[in-house]
Structures are given as structure tokens and as C-alpha cells.
């Protein structure tokens, strides 16, 4: 199957200062990616959908100037957390769907996990 | 809106025991209802369709338009079998394509 991986697997910042998390398809191109926040013990929450060479589209209730998302190329998505805070503390997946060969099934990353201290 | 329902955080069975993990939907439109697994210290992974109606590692799931459910059912449950398991609704929107999760039923299959 298509591979999705993400990076940095871990990081932790300090409060008040941004953060990126990158999302690459390895062995396919996607125009489209989706950025979930996993909450403990909770479900996966999308918090956006990253479209190659347009402004990325946001679920109600995320703030787009907090988590600020990029998909330059058809690879590669970003997601920067600016002005990162405790709160922001979160588990963030990214995934995309590799549409000329399958219908509708999603490719997850590994995840990353972000702890703001 | 599309909303995905999954009844129970926790379930634990004895391994050889019947396992039922249960679904219910709210979509207007056409479903794409998919079941996801997540392994412990694995990444989230599909496990099975309905579109395909394939049996996938002994788990099997029917789409009931009438109930709107989506329950995954496996007849002999294996240790293995332990997960995270999450049912998903995506919404056939092409290029608005949106999958959402249900909450997620922790499984845990005991020798």
C-alpha cells in the first residue's frame, strides 16, 4: 500500500514558540491531505483539509491562523502551530487518500506527538 | 452533517469468543462507511470496506442501510485481535472528500 510519513515523530517546544509538522506521501502523489488531532482516549477530530496549491480548508472551531497548513507540492503538507501553548499538547495525524489506485481508503503517518511545555 | 456513532469505549472478550463491535451512522447521502485499526504503537490502518464485502483477518462488516449501521463482527476472536478499533463515514464528496471517525472501541482479547 501507499505510504504516508510524517516528521518529527516527537517534539517538544516551549511555550510560545511555533512548531512544524511535515506529512509526505512517499510513493504517491496527494493532491489532497487531511490533518487530525487524536485526543487521549478520544477520537481522531479533522482539523483540516490540505489542498495542493490552495488555501487548505478548516473544520469549525479550528482557528486556521493557530494551526497554519501548507501543501506546496504534491507530497508534501506541512502544519505549522504558531504561538504554541500547553493546550495545543495533542497527538496530530495526517493522512491522504492515493486516488488513482484505490477507492476512498485513507494512508495514515505515523503521527506526531507534541508536547509544549 | 455526518456523524458516527460507536456505543462502547471498552470491550473484552475471551479469545475463541464471539466478538461484535458496533457502528451506527447519521448521513444523508450515500455512505462510504470503512473500519480502521490501530495496533498498539502502530499507525492507523484500513481494515476492511464495505464497498468490498471481504472478510479481512476473519472480521466482516455489513452496511444496513435500514439501521444505519456498520457493526464489525468476527466469530472467533484471537489475541491479536487486540486494538483500537475506529469505524469511519466518508462522505463521496470528491473534491470536499471528508472522513469522519467514530470515538473508538478499545478491544482487548483475553487468553
Known amino acids: 500500500g501507499a505510504v504516508v510519513s510524517q516528521h518529527p515523530s516527537r517534539v517538544i517546544c516551549k511555550s510560545g514558540t511555533s512548531v512544524k509538522i511535515e506529512c509526505r506521501s512517499l510513493d504517491f502523489q496527494a493532491t489532497t491531505m487531511f490533518w487530525y488531532r487524536q485526543f487521549p482516549k478520544k477520537s481522531l477530530m479533522l482539523m483540516a483539509t490540505s489542498n495542493e496549491g490552495s488555501k487548505a480548508t478548516y473544520e469549525q472551531g479550528v482557528e486556521k491562523d493557530k494551526f497554519l497548513i501548507n501543501h506546496a507540492s504534491l507530497t508534501l503538507s506541512t502544519l505549522t502551530v504558531t504561538s504554541a501553548h500547553p493546550e495545543d499538547s495533542s497527538f496530530y495525524i495526517c493522512?491522504?487518500?492515493?486516488?488513482?489506485?484505490?477507492?476512498?481508503?485513507?494512508?495514515f503517518g505515523e503521527g506526531s506527538r507534541l508536547t509544549v511545555l | 452533517a455526518q456523524r458516527v456513532t460507536q456505543p462502547e469505549k471498552l470491550l473484552s472478550v475471551f479469545k475463541g469468543a464471539p466478538v461484535e463491535l458496533k457502528c451506527n451512522y447519521s448521513y444523508s447521502g450515500s455512505p462510504e462507511l470503512f473500519w480502521y485499526v490501530q495496533y498498539s504503537r502502530q499507525r492507523l490502518q484500513l481494515l476492511l470496506r464495505h464497498i468490498s464485502r471481504e472478510s479481512i483477518k476473519g472480521f466482516t462488516a455489513d452496511l444496513n442501510k435500514g439501521e444505519t449501521s456498520f457493526h464489525l463482527k468476527k466469530p472467533f476472536a484471537q489475541e491479536e485481535d487486540s486494538a483500537m478499533y475506529y469505524c469511519a463515514l466518508g462522505n463521496s464528496g470528491g473534491s470536499n472528500y471528508k472522513l469522519t471517525f467514530g470515538k473508538g472501541t478499545l478491544l482487548t482479547v483475553n487468553p
Open positions: 493522512s491522504a487518500r492515493d486516488l488513482p489506485r484505490n477507492t476512498g481508503e485513507l494512508f
